[in-house]
Structures are given as C-alpha cells and as structure tokens.
C-alpha cells in the first residue's frame, strides 16, 4: 500500500426569554467595541506580537547535517512543509527550500527532492514551475507515486483535467483505492458528479491510509456540497477534521458552508484558534458582520416589542 506521506440537524427549541436576553448582552458589547480606534504603538521597541511557537528556522547545526545527510535532508524538508500548511505560516515553505537547495544542485538533482521542492512551488501557486520539477522527478523515477499525485493535484488546479486522470491512472500498481480516489475526483469536476459521489461514497475505508481517509471525507464534503446536500456536506467535513484537523482547506470549506447556511457562532467556533491565518481572517470578520447584524436586528426587536414572546398568552 502506498505510504501515508503520499496523501497529505436536528431543529433546536425555542427559548425566547433566554435566548433574547444572551442576544441583548452580546449586541451590547459589540456595540461597545464598534467604534474603538485602532491602536498605534508608541514607539518602534514595543512589542505588538510574539511569533507561535515552532516559528524558527532549525539549528546552525541540524542545517549542516541536513546539506550533508540526505536522510535529515528530507524529513527535514517535508516537516516544513507540513508546518506551513498546519500554520498558514509561509516562512517554513522558505525553509524547506532552504534545506532542499544543496539536494536540487547536485547533478543529476535529487528525485525526491525535486517533489518536494515541487511541493514548495505548488503551495506558492507556481504551477508551472512545479510541473517542470516533477517532470524532472518522474524522467529519473517513473514509478514515484508522490510525484504523480502532486502532478494530479496541479494539473486540477490548472483545469487540464484529462492530463491529471492520466497521472492518476499511474498510481492503480501502488494503491488502486487511491488512484479510484485521484481519478472521481477529477471526474466530480467534468460533468460527472452524482456517478463520482457515489463511487467515493463506496471505497472501503480499510484499504485506505489514515492520510487517505481524510482526503476522502474532503472530497465527499465538497461533492455533496455541489450536490446541494448540505447535511451530508457537513458530517464529511467533520469526519475529515477529526481525522486531519490541520487540514486548512478542509476546514476553509466547512466554514464557507457554515457561513452559507448562516450559521455565524459555529464559524467562529470552528475557526477559533486560527485568528493569525490570512485565509481564515476574512472568514472570521465576515462571521462577526453577521453576528452584528443579527443581534442588531434582535435588539430592534426587543425596543419594539417588549413583552412579545415573554409570557404565553391566554
């Protein structure tokens, strides 16, 4: 089986006087904060933030290692960009390339560094780029199953969806569960999406690596999204986060969804933690708006009906 690295409602109660008074507190303090300045710092020493933990380059030594011992090297490398999707933080993807350099001057260059540094350029949106370094990859190691799902995944961002089956067809002798996961992907894409759904739907999870597990679930959340099966969508991208809480596009889309059905406070909650990721902010400041609006629109309700709903009327 291929490795894992290959992969990276019920109706709720009416509770008007509880609910009321929770909503009148809230749009309180929201309209305590609307009008607060943005605040400038005294003087160029002063501290505004400390950078997360982990946010640092490796040690001068474990970097000599890394440019000598392909087995540092590597690990090295895939941890940054690991790093960098799990943070949002695009100073590890400088990392990585960091310690990849030394492996990609060699002549010939490093296979597997050259996926990896393909990874890097995928991440930074060149895709062009890493076409040419998986190429490059694939011409010295034709069975490289990591190089040929990397280039699937470029290929789909760039619509050339036949060419990105094709690579997927490449990964059937390695781990046909997930060349069938590669190829309904992309056939979800190209008119296909009800017969896709349903054949990612019936993959036996037990054929499939943890890593594969979660892009599965991903995958059936954005499907039965499309298929404007909100529920479904839901529980797929809440089996996915369960299993990959650090996929960021996962929970990118889930929040979209949420937002979507307007369901503001379980955005923010969903997004809590993630305050510092540029993606995830525009999420959070829109979830807020709608927060606002809505208690402004109960707190109008309350000025104008006081006593509607308090006490049951006979």
């Given amino acids: ?28 303090a929201l309209v305590a904060t609307a009008g607060a300045t943005p605040y400038v710092p005294g003087n160029d020493a002063e501290v505004l933030a400390h950078l997360p933990a982990g946010a640092t380059h490796a040690s001068s030594q474990l970097r000599h290692q890394a440019a000598q011992r392909r087995d540092v090297a590597l690990p090295l490398a895939q941890f940054y960009i690991s790093q960098a999707r799990a943070t949002g933080d695009l100073r590890f993807l400088g990392y990585a390339e960091g310690v990849l350099a030394p492996w990609l001057k060699r002549s010939p260059p490093d296979p597997a560094a050259l996926v990896l540094q393909a990874t890097v350029l995928q991440s930074r949106h060149s895709f062009d780029a890493a076409l040419n370094e998986l190429d490059r990859a694939l011409r010295a190691r034709p069975d490289d199953a990591q190089a040929w799902v990397t280039r699937a995944t470029v290929l789909r961002v760039l619509g050339r969806y036949d060419e990105a ?7 059937i002798a390695g781990d046909a569960a ?66 990959a809480p650090d996929d960021l596009y996962t929970r990118a889309a889930y929040a979209d969804l949420l937002l979507q059905q307007g369901r503001a406070a379980d955005t923010l909650e969903l997004l809590k933690g993630f305050e510092s990721m540029e993606p995830m902010l525009l999420r959070i400041a829109i979830a807020q708006r709608q927060l606002a609006i809505l208690m402004g629109q109960l707190l109008e309700f309350g000025r104008e009906t006081p006593n509607r709903g308090l006490y049951p009327h006979h």
């Fill in 1 to 28: 089986m291929m490795s894992q690295s290959v992969l990276q409602g019920c109706r709720r109660p009416r509770i008007v006087r509880r609910r009321r008074s929770a909503a009148v507190v809230l749009a309180l």
């Fill in 165 to 171: 089956e094709l690579s997927c067809e490449r990964l």
């Fill in 178 to 243: 997930v060349a069938q996961l590669c190829t309904q992907s992309l056939r979800a894409l190209s008119g296909h999406l009800h017969s896709a759904y349903e054949a990612v739907r019936q993959l036996p999870q037990q054929s499939l690596s943890v890593a594969a597990r979660a892009w599965r679930y991903s995958q059936l959340g954005e499907m039965a999204q499309s298929l404007g099966d909100e529920r479904a969508a839901s529980h797929w991208f809440v089996e996915c986060l369960q299993l």
